[in-house]
């Protein structure tokens, strides 16, 4: 339950190519902080990667003078590369995600064919969080909520009264998150939204992207009370079987992520770049006809 007396300061950063949100999340007296969903630029015409976005996120901590304990991702991400590494580099903490990981490195280690060498336990990242795991961030008391759906792996994070929902849920005039990826399930994606959306009505949502639809303002804080009087895949009253149907449906008319192939092979290593070869070089497979 969020915690009312222990409150984060969150400031969110919007990676305009991907629209995807990162977050500095911290406590304003220990300055103790984590970084959610970090972006690495990636130019796939040219297959060259850089640290603009991401650094100026970090540029930002260090200005604060905060303390990083932790990189959290939220889950193997389709729609851009990792920069879990940079930021562990440049600020320190621990590089975790939930602990389902192991059935997404399954299943694209299949499609890939990564062979053996690649081990699929989650062991690229530093830990492993168990849903109901609870972690600190200085004074601030944080707890993982296991979110699937979108993928087997995703979690949320309630952090005093904010929920870190990435996928999950979209701010509400745009509503849910595909379920039509390797391990998806559109009924867990509904109960994993009636999980987030049980909080307490004030508790702030922060998602994980934004697109802005009818052109409005780019968005990504809400709360669960509008999400449950507005949100227009699953607010109050859009029983599970209606939200399958729907999801199914749009599913079905969805193109896939422009950058998802070279996204799984950077994300599922926890924001490694696949071992280079004799030469020296990093390779990112693409399986013709497979996908």
């Known amino acids: 339950m969020a915690d009312s007396n222990q409150n984060p300061v969150v400031e969110g950063f919007l990676h305009q190519e991907t629209r995807t949100i990162c ?5 304003p007296d220990s ?9 690495l630029d990636f130019d796939i015409v040219a297959v060259r990667t850089s640290t603009d976005f991401v650094d100026t996120v970090c540029d930002r901590a260090e200005a604060l003078g905060l303390t990083v304990d932790w990189v959290l991702e939220s889950h193997v991400h389709a ?16 590089i975790v995600i939930g602990s389902a990981i192991d059935q997404v490195q ?3 280690g299949k499609l890939l064919n990564l062979g053996p060498e690649f081990t699929t336990d989650g062991a690229q990242f530093d830990h492993l969080w168990a849903d109901g795991e609870t972690f600190e961030i ?6 993982v909520l296991h979110t699937p759906g979108h993928t087997p792996a995703c979690v949320s994070y309630i952090i005093g009264d904010a929920v870190f929902v990435d996928d999950t849920i979209f701010m509400p005039d745009f509503g849910t998150a595909r379920c039509d990826f390797p391990g998806g399930d559109a009924r867990e994606l509904y109960r994993s939204v ?4 049980s909080l307490p009505t004030e508790t702030r949502i922060f998602v994980g992207h934004d697109y802005a639809p009818g052109e409005r303002d780019y968005a990504w804080e809400t709360t669960v009370a509008e999400q449950r009087a507005a949100n227009k895949h699953v607010k109050d009253g859009i029983d599970e079987d209606a939200f399958v149907t729907m999801r ?6 969805l193109s896939l992520p422009r950058l998802i192939l070279p996204s799984i092979q950077v994300n599922i ?7 280079p070869e004799d030469n020296g070089v990093s390779y990112i497979k693409l399986p013709v006809n497979q996908v």
């Open 23 to 27: 977050y500095i999340v911290y406590d």
């Open 248 to 253: 199914r449906e749009r599913d079905g008319e």
């Open 106 to 108: 399954i299943s694209f």
């Open 269 to 275: 290593r926890a924001g490694d770049m696949p071992e």
């Open 79 to 94: 729609d851009h590369l990792s920069a879990a590494k940079h930021v562990k580099a440049r600020l320190g903490g621990k």
């Open 31 to 39: 300055l103790r902080a984590i970084i959610v969903d970090a972006v």
């Open 138 to 143: 200085g004074g601030l008391q944080a707890r």
């Open 194 to 197: 009636q999980r987030i959306l």
